[in-house]
């Protein structure tokens, strides 16, 4: 490993985390700031999943939402780098537990990387046909 892809691989591993928590904590403000009533976060919290809660925060707060989604993909595709470069560095101990585990962490960040187009879909799906028609659609596909 050369010397610019170390502090390339370091600089990752700083910036990475940082934008996921980011966005984690964007996304949370978007959601808290929607302003559900006490009915509406009761029945959010009784569905199995968030999409409902996702899609309603997108609909009452659509730039917040997509620049917590945002900075939190790229905190995903910066982790891709990051993780290839610790995987050098298991690597030199134990070789095969570094392949292993770097090849699956990397395949997790690169479905979420996936599931990140999913999710623009889903709010492209809630601006052409409705927060109900998207949601119905997202829960009946997963």
């Given at each position: 490993m050369t010397a610019a892809w170390t502090k390339m691989a370091a600089v990752v591993l700083v910036l990475g985390p940082l934008c996921w928590f980011v966005g984690?904590?964007?996304r949370t403000l978007a959601v808290s700031s929607a302003g559900f009533t006490p009915a509406e976060v009761a029945q959010f919290g009784a569905e199995p999943f968030a999409v409902r809660e996702q899609l309603a925060a997108y609909?009452?707060?659509p730039a917040l939402t997509v620049a917590g989604y945002a900075t939190?993909?790229?905190g995903?595709?910066?982790l891709i780098p990051a993780t290839a470069g610790?995987?050098?560095l298991v690597a030199r101990r134990?070789?095969?537990l570094a392949a292993s585990g770097g090849a699956l962490?990397?395949?997790g960040l690169v479905a979420r990387v996936y599931f990140a187009g999913?999710?623009?879909t889903a709010f492209q799906l809630v601006d052409s046909r409705g927060l109900d028609a998207a949601a119905t659609m997202v829960l009946d596909t997963t």
């Open positions: 984690l904590l964007l609909v009452a707060n939190f993909l790229a995903a595709v910066l610790l995987t050098w134990s070789p095969v962490a990397i395949l999913v999710d623009h």
